[in-house]
């Protein structure tokens, strides 16, 4: 299947600063790319997805931007809070496999008080 | 989210048994998807289904098995031929449009042990 790279594999930051996350992707035809937060123990939960024909989405405190050329994506989260610990996946839409996603490896991110 | 279940929430198996991992759907999604994940590797796709009696393999299909009777209903079976089956599987079901995709939406996972 295609290689979806992400990065940084964890994050710490303070809260109230951003984060960012950054993923790349192989195959050209993808053009699905959502992003999930997952608790310990829990489902995935899909935050936030952008499909290739818009560059930028926003919804709130998140953001995801796509540069389709360069093949990346990536998460913004402003004002980050406690509450936004966890693990953060992106993924792409596998285009030979009947719309299943390629995940990359996830990002632990780490909000502090 | 609510609308995908999979049970047990653990399972513990023997060397050499094989187990039946369960998901039901009641939202009307045409495709549903079974990952793997295991800490540090992220999900990993083992089979898919985009209708009823068809299924395809993923990247990880082998010591896997999988069928598709009813539109709700996708039932993993884990295989003694799976050497390490130890991980967190999760189910996940989506409405398939024409060429595009809809939202995936994932079960509560099942934690499968190797004892």
């Known amino acids: 299947g295609e290689n979806v790279e992400q990065h940084p594999s964890t994050l710490s930051v303070q809260e109230g600063d951003s984060a960012v996350i950054k993923c790349t992707y192989s195959d050209s035809a993808s053009n699905y790319f959502p992003w999930y937060k997952q608790e310990l123990g829990k489902r995935p939960q899909l935050i936030i997805d952008?499909?290739?024909?818009?560059g930028e989405k926003k919804d709130q405190r998140i953001a995801v931007t796509l540069n389709k050329t360069a093949k990346h994506f990536s998460l913004h989260i402003t004002e980050t809070q406690p509450e936004d610990s966890a693990v953060y996946f992106c993924a792409a839409l596998l285009s030979n496999s009947g719309y299943a996603l390629n995940f990359g490896k996830g990002t632990s991110l780490l909000v502090t008080p | 989210d609510g609308g995908i279940t999979q049970s047990p929430k653990y399972l513990f198996r023997k060397e050499g048994q094989n187990v039946t991992l369960s998901c039901e759907q009641n939202l009307n999604h045409d495709a549903m998807y079974w990952y793997r994940q295991d800490p540090g590797q992220g999900l990993r796709l083992i089979y898919y289904?985009?209708?009823?009696?068809?299924?395809q393999k993923g990247d990880i299909a082998e010591g896997y098995s999988v069928s598709r009777e009813k539109k709700e209903s996708f039932p993993l079976t884990v295989t003694s031929a799976q050497k390490n089956p130890t991980a967190f599987y999760l189910c996940?079901?989506?409405?398939?449009?024409?060429?595009?995709?809809?939202?995936?939406?994932f079960g509560p996972g099942t934690r499968l042990t190797v004892l």
């Open positions: 289904s985009q209708i009823v009696n068809d299924f």
């Open positions: 996940a079901s989506s409405i398939v449009a024409g060429t595009s995709t809809d939202t995936q939406y």
């Open positions: 952008i499909r290739s024909n818009v």
